[in-house]
């Protein structure tokens, strides 16, 4: 019974290139900006419009036939750091926590971490049958497209170094 009431971990990160001042602002819109891929499994909706704020709730939804929801509100963001959304009730209890780190060389580190709960037998089973993974590749599928948005330059314009420094970097995700 033990395992029913510790809160586990679901970790994913991606390198990106790019500056923090400009990919902060597309993790506050996460779910709702431009380069969310169409096709994601999660869907993110609110009430009330205007910029995402400490406060501003949002109701997730996975995108199949009696996929799981819940509410969440934002309840912390660190300017240029990070957005937290807690949960406030359906499927999961705890937070979902989306930061950014700079690294060298203009490249930053995107970070999605979800601490959480799964509420009632039933949802536990179906998450580590059926949602675990579909949530572990729906994130890593986001984060990439997140990561082609902001570095949209022509794959054809990059120099011979820049192919390079990315075919190590993807190397170095691997790992």
């Not at 957005?83 to 209890?93: A, H, L, N, V």
């Not at 949802?123 to 580590?128: A, D, E, G, S, Y």
Request: aromatic share 12%; hydrophobic share 35%; glycine share 6%.
């Amino acid at each position: 019974m033990a395992t029913a009431n510790r809160y586990h971990s679901n970790y994913h990160a991606r390198v990106i290139t790019g500056k923090i001042e400009e990919l902060f602002p597309e993790i506050v819109s996460w779910g709702e900006a431009e380069w969310w891929p169409k096709d994601s499994l999660m869907s993110f909706s609110r009430e009330v419009s205007g910029p995402v704020v400490e406060g501003t709730e949002y109701i997730q939804k996975v995108k199949l036939p009696f996929g799981p929801s819940w509410r969440t509100v934002v309840s912390e963001i660190k300017n240029n750091e990070s957005i937290t959304r807690k949960f406030k009730e359906g499927f999961f209890e705890g937070c979902e926590t989306i930061s950014i780190k700079p690294l060298c060389c203009h490249n930053v580190k995107i970070e999605y971490e979800m601490l959480f709960r799964i509420k009632g037998l039933i949802n536990r089973i179906l998450w580590k049958v059926i949602f675990r993974r579909l949530h572990d590749r729906n994130i890593e599928y986001i984060l990439g497209n997140l990561k082609a948005y902001a570095e949209k330059a022509p794959q054809g314009c990059r120099s011979g170094f820049e192919k390079i420094l990315e075919n190590f970097k993807v190397h170095m995700e691997r790992r």
